[in-house]
């Protein structure tokens, strides 16, 4: 057992795959973050108690699971939360119809509520059995037991997990060598962020990043994406970001990453006029080249040996291929002021109307094949996007459809064509135990419930973003599809517009309160989104919570769903107020809450002071915040801000400062900031009492 950083171990077998997430790991682990982790200095397990060896399939793992053990993570799972007694191949896949493993981001990194985290550093499917299986002849004392004989499929089929002292089995194929990683706690939460700090520290996205995001109408000209701009900005719609959708290209299937001028004429002429009114642009695209593209030929002779969509798929691990893709978006668009990308269909699928991805014995040039090139392939992607911008000092949050292991420090949000509003908010529950940031975006709605319900959901998570490509005209004015189209609006949009504008403001009041949830994510590795267990891993009661989350250390987030006028909530120990009436719950009991369709249930820790801002329409390079400080219980006399330019590389270099706000006893603000970035973002203010 090697020790390799403060809290972290190692072992070794055989002769480990050149081609793994450690290997391709964008940052060099937080060695001094790290460090001021406190731990016991101790590996979670001594090298007799895990048994790893060669056998026909490859390279099995075992490791013990007490009986008591919950295990979490392996990356965006969107079917389940606590995955104990089940079994989890890790296999990227746009469109896993059950609780497989297969996801958007799997990650061969779990947790337990012991307190420690095991990463197996593979691309390869690997197989977790979770404490799925008893040994031969551990069942022997149920000889006389009597059982009914079930009458159902759930009886007899429904989930079921060993008793007792268990074992995680990990079935790597292929390899014939291998490395463990082991993350000491001594919290569960600790462990996470020893994971994380390893991979490099979270992302710190730009300020703007946290603000509303809308994605047009993918068949939308010059004239249709002006108009759509100039009418947020008329409407009084806080929008920071405006995103563009297959159109925009020459070709999109596969891509040529060329504007066209027959849609978007003098589209240079047009990002300037969207830049005048404050908007960042984001453009959508995918990796595969067509071969009208001015990368073709270069990338050609650096791509694997099969085609997506009549295009070339780059192996950007290989540093020819990935200097020209990056070049190129450097020069043509980084350059041109754009502020990130979508980058699209980087998982693949055996599920929808076709298995569309290259296959999984496709052979790239670094001798990755198709199993591993899918594992790691949206860790490339980012990657490869992420140098332009860092090269050129400007921080981007950009959006990705698949992510792996060690993907911490890459600023970028996954998403998915998938659209089950619950299985949306378990997956804000699920990214922060494997260092993802997942959004629950905004697509079409069944009614204007549904729009309001999941714009709720969308404003307390990751990224507030709405996905409106199947139609010109926003949501609210009509959200049935065809009618929308057709120009046809209800006659209460502006009744449901006024409720998206106050959602859309809620959030922007946050974005003081989220920076320096991330900023804490980026310096300590504690995930800013993340579920109850990891805050309460001594309370059961949390264990298999999947609808409610945690938003920073303050805020208690459980969203409602279209069709629920209520429902519970459990509120962990101590005591919690509510966000929007601060009324008094105790905690360690659960609520039946009906709030209404204007709201949904948030809550305050008690003794926080909560930083909430005057809603900007966009968040400016220059804004400056006017904070009000809203106290929580009696204690609740001060709270502590992350301050810096928003936009650059410069809090790398120490550029920032941690600003302590605190309420003196007569109701005024004294603040003191401590740090080197010399302006002041925010301005204080105690907020009005409640009536």
Same mark, same amino acid.
């Given at each position: 057992?090697?020790?390799?950083? /403060?809290?972290?171990?190692?072992?070794?077998?055989?002769?480990?795959?050149?081609?793994?997430?450690?290997?391709?790991?964008?940052?060099?682990?937080?060695?001094?973050?790290?460090?001021?982790?406190?731990?016991?200095?101790?590996?979670?397990?001594?090298?007799?108690?895990?048994?790893?060896?060669?056998?026909?399939?490859? #390279?099995?793992?075992?490791?013990?699971?007490?009986?008591?053990?919950?295990?979490?993570?392996?990356?965006?799972?969107?079917?389940?939360?606590?995955?104990?007694?089940? !079994?989890?191949?890790?296999?990227?896949?746009?469109?896993?119809?059950?609780?497989?493993?297969?996801?958007?981001?799997?990650?061969?990194?779990?947790?337990? &509520?012991?307190?420690?985290?095991?990463?197996?550093?593979? *691309?390869?499917?690997?197989?977790?059995?979770?404490?799925?299986?008893?040994?031969?002849?551990?069942?022997?004392?149920?000889?006389?037991?009597?059982?009914?004989?079930? &009458?159902?499929?759930?009886?007899?089929?429904?989930?079921?997990?060993?008793?007792?002292?268990?074992?995680?089995?990990?079935?790597?194929?292929?390899?014939?060598?291998?490395? =463990?990683?082991?993350?000491?706690?001594?919290?569960?939460?600790?462990?996470?962020?020893?994971? *994380?700090?390893?991979?490099?520290?979270?992302?710190?996205?730009?300020?703007?990043?946290?603000?509303?995001?809308?994605?047009?109408?993918?068949?939308?000209?010059?004239?249709?994406?002006?108009?759509?701009?100039? &009418?947020?900005?008329?409407?009084?719609?806080?929008?920071?970001?405006?995103?563009?959708?297959?159109?925009?290209?020459?070709?999109?299937?596969?891509?040529?990453?060329?504007?066209?001028?027959?849609?978007?004429? +003098?589209?240079?002429?047009?990002?300037?006029?969207?830049?005048?009114?404050?908007?960042?642009?984001?453009?959508?695209?995918?990796?595969? #080249?067509?071969?009208?593209?001015?990368?073709?030929?270069?990338?050609?002779?650096?791509?694997?040996?099969?085609?997506?969509?009549?295009?070339?798929?780059? +192996?950007?691990? =290989?540093?020819?291929?990935?200097?020209?893709?990056?070049?190129?978006?450097?020069?043509?668009?980084?350059?041109?002021?754009?502020?990130?990308? !979508?980058?699209?269909?980087?998982?693949?699928?055996?599920?929808?109307?076709?298995?569309?991805?290259?296959?999984?014995?496709?052979?790239?040039?670094?001798?990755?094949?198709?199993?591993?090139?899918?594992?790691?392939?949206?860790?490339?992607?980012?990657?490869?996007?992420?140098?332009?911008?860092?090269?050129?000092? !400007?921080?981007?949050?950009?959006?990705?459809?698949?992510?792996?292991?060690?993907?911490?420090?890459?600023?970028?949000?996954?998403?998915?064509?998938?659209? /089950?509003? !619950?299985?949306?908010?378990?997956?804000?529950? /699920?990214?922060?135990?494997?260092?993802?940031?997942?959004?629950?975006?905004?697509?079409?709605?069944?009614?204007?419930?549904?729009?309001?319900?999941?714009?709720?959901?969308?404003?307390?998570?990751?990224?507030?973003?709405?996905?409106?490509?199947?139609?010109?005209?926003?949501?609210?004015?009509? #959200?049935?599809?065809?009618? *929308?189209?057709?120009?046809?609006?209800?006659?209460?949009?502006?009744?449901?517009?006024?409720?998206?504008?106050?959602?859309?403001?809620?959030?922007?009041?946050?974005?003081?309160?989220?920076?320096?949830?991330?900023?804490?994510?980026?310096?300590?590795?504690?995930?800013?989104?993340?579920?109850?267990?990891?805050?309460?891993?001594?309370?059961?009661?949390?264990?298999?919570?999947?609808?409610?989350?945690?938003?920073?250390?303050?805020?208690?987030?459980?969203?409602?769903?279209?069709?629920?006028?209520?429902?519970?909530?459990?509120?962990?120990?101590?005591?919690?107020?509510?966000?929007?009436?601060?009324?008094?719950?105790?905690?360690?009991?659960?609520?039946?809450?009906?709030?209404?369709?204007?709201?949904?249930?948030?809550?305050?820790?008690?003794?926080?002071?909560?930083?909430?801002?005057?809603?900007?329409?966009?968040?400016?390079?220059?804004?400056?915040?006017? #904070?009000?400080?809203?106290?929580?219980?009696?204690?609740?006399?001060?709270?502590?801000?992350?301050?810096?330019?928003?936009?650059?590389?410069?809090?790398?270099?120490?550029?920032? *400062?941690?600003?302590?706000?605190?309420?003196?006893?007569? /109701?005024?603000?004294?603040?003191?900031?401590?740090?080197?970035?010399?302006?002041?973002?925010?301005?204080?203010?105690?907020?009005?009492?409640?009536?």
């Amino acid at each position: 057992m090697e020790k390799v950083a /403060n809290g972290i171990w190692k072992m070794s077998f055989g002769e480990p795959e050149p081609h793994t997430p450690v290997r391709y790991r964008s940052a060099p682990a937080k060695e001094a973050a790290l460090d001021g982790l406190a731990c016991p200095g101790k590996a979670p397990f001594t090298e007799e108690e895990v048994s790893i060896r060669a056998t026909p399939r490859g #390279v099995l793992i075992e490791l013990p699971l007490g009986g008591e053990e919950h295990i979490y993570g392996f990356g965006l799972q969107l079917h389940a939360v606590d995955h104990t007694g089940r !079994k989890k191949v890790i296999r990227v896949n746009s469109d896993p119809v059950a609780d497989t493993g297969d996801s958007h981001a799997p990650v061969p990194f779990y947790v337990s &509520t012991k307190g420690y985290g095991v990463l197996v550093d593979t *691309n390869r499917y690997a197989a977790f059995y979770c404490g799925t299986n008893l040994r031969k002849g551990e069942s022997e004392h149920k000889k006389l037991e009597q059982k009914a004989v079930g &009458t159902s499929e759930i009886e007899l089929y429904g989930y079921q997990k060993s008793e007792g002292n268990r074992t995680v089995a990990v079935d790597v194929p292929v390899a014939q060598g291998i490395e =463990v990683y082991f993350f000491e706690g001594p919290g569960l939460r600790e462990a996470v962020q020893r994971y *994380n700090l390893f991979s490099g520290g979270g992302a710190l996205p730009p300020m703007w990043g946290l603000g509303m995001w809308y994605r047009a109408y993918s068949a939308a000209k010059k004239e249709d994406v002006m108009r759509l701009a100039r &009418t947020f900005r008329e409407d009084n719609m806080p929008v920071d970001v405006f995103g563009f959708e297959p159109g925009w290209q020459t070709k999109a299937y596969s891509c040529s990453f060329v504007w066209d001028e027959g849609r978007f004429p +003098d589209h240079e002429a047009m990002l300037g006029e969207l830049y005048d009114m404050d908007y960042r642009v984001n453009l959508w695209e995918h990796l595969f #080249v067509h071969p009208s593209s001015p990368m073709y030929g270069d990338l050609k002779p650096h791509s694997g040996d099969y085609e997506v969509w009549e295009g070339l798929v780059p +192996d950007l691990s =290989v540093g020819e291929a990935r200097e020209t893709f990056a070049g190129h978006h450097r020069k043509a668009f980084v350059d041109k002021g754009i502020a990130g990308f !979508k980058l699209d269909e980087c998982d693949s699928s055996d599920y929808v109307h076709s298995n569309w991805s290259f296959p999984d014995i496709a052979r790239f040039p670094s001798g990755m094949d198709g199993e591993q090139m899918h594992n790691q392939l949206g860790a490339l992607y980012q990657q490869t996007i992420l140098a332009p911008f860092e090269e050129a000092g !400007k921080r981007t949050l950009s959006q990705v459809r698949a992510s792996g292991a060690m993907a911490a420090p890459l600023p970028f949000v996954l998403y998915s064509d998938l659209y /089950n509003h !619950k299985v949306f908010i378990r997956g804000v529950v /699920n990214c922060g135990f494997s260092g993802l940031l997942w959004s629950p975006e905004v697509r079409q709605a069944e009614s204007p419930e549904d729009l309001i319900r999941r714009i709720q959901t969308a404003v307390f998570s990751p990224m507030a973003l709405l996905n409106c490509w199947r139609i010109p005209n926003p949501p609210w004015m009509q #959200v049935d599809r065809d009618k *929308n189209v057709a120009g046809e609006f209800l006659d209460n949009y502006a009744e449901i517009r006024e409720l998206c504008r106050s959602l859309f403001q809620t959030r922007m009041s946050l974005i003081p309160y989220l920076y320096t949830a991330y900023a804490r994510y980026s310096e300590e590795g504690l995930p800013p989104f993340r579920a109850l267990v990891m805050d309460y891993p001594d309370d059961p009661h949390t264990y298999g919570i999947d609808d409610a989350y945690m938003m920073g250390d303050s805020l208690l987030v459980a969203p409602i769903i279209t069709g629920t006028a209520e429902r519970q909530v459990y509120l962990p120990k101590g005591v919690w107020h509510c966000f929007w009436t601060g009324r008094i719950y105790e905690g360690s009991q659960s609520y039946l809450l009906a709030p209404g369709l204007e709201q949904i249930p948030v809550f305050v820790k008690d003794g926080t002071l909560l930083p909430l801002a005057k809603p900007l329409p966009f968040v400016a390079d220059d804004a400056v915040f006017q #904070v009000e400080l809203h106290p929580f219980g009696a204690e609740a006399r001060n709270c502590v801000l992350y301050e810096d330019d928003g936009i650059s590389y410069g809090y790398r270099e120490g550029r920032h *400062n941690w600003v302590k706000a605190e309420l003196d006893s007569q /109701n005024g603000v004294r603040v003191e900031r401590t740090g080197n970035f010399p302006a002041h973002r925010y301005l204080f203010a105690a907020a009005p009492a409640r009536p």
